[in-house]
């Protein structure tokens, strides 16, 4: 660096210095000592009646009778002791024969060519080349 930048750089900083401490002095002032908040008041009592609540019903109407569905295992020992069975009949025998199942055949997954990569050349830096 030469002198003559040296000079205005330290100038600079002075400068800023003296601005710094110049805006803080008028800002701030003189710190004043922080002083308690006055005592808070105690809290009023405040006496209320005391108050009756009274609850009544109208009389309602009658509600009719829940319909309950009869329970499922009754009918089920009814039918167990009867020899009764509810239920799907079994299918019919046929004289075919059983077809074995065939599992599908996938392919191999194909896999495509890497593309080709063109061959590569040096960088030529400079001129005069030609």
Known sequence: MQPRQILITAAVVIVAFGAA?????ASGGEESKAQAAPAAKAP?????KSATVDASVSK???LPGLNVP????QQEQQQAETGTTTGTTPP???????VTPVTPVTPDP??????????EKP??????ND
Not at 21 to 25: E, H, Q, R, V
Not at 92 to 98: D, G, R, Y
Request: hydrophobic share 30%; charged share 25%.
């Open 21 to 25: 401490f110049g805006i803080a002095g």
């Open 44 to 48: 009023e009592v405040i006496e209320v």
């Open 60 to 62: 309602a109407s009658a």
């Open 70 to 73: 009869k329970k499922k295992k």
């Open 92 to 98: 019919a025998e046929t004289n075919e024969t059983p």
């Open 110 to 119: 194909v896999t495509p060519d890497p593309t080709p990569q063109p061959e």
């Open 123 to 128: 960088i030529i830096v400079g001129g005069g």
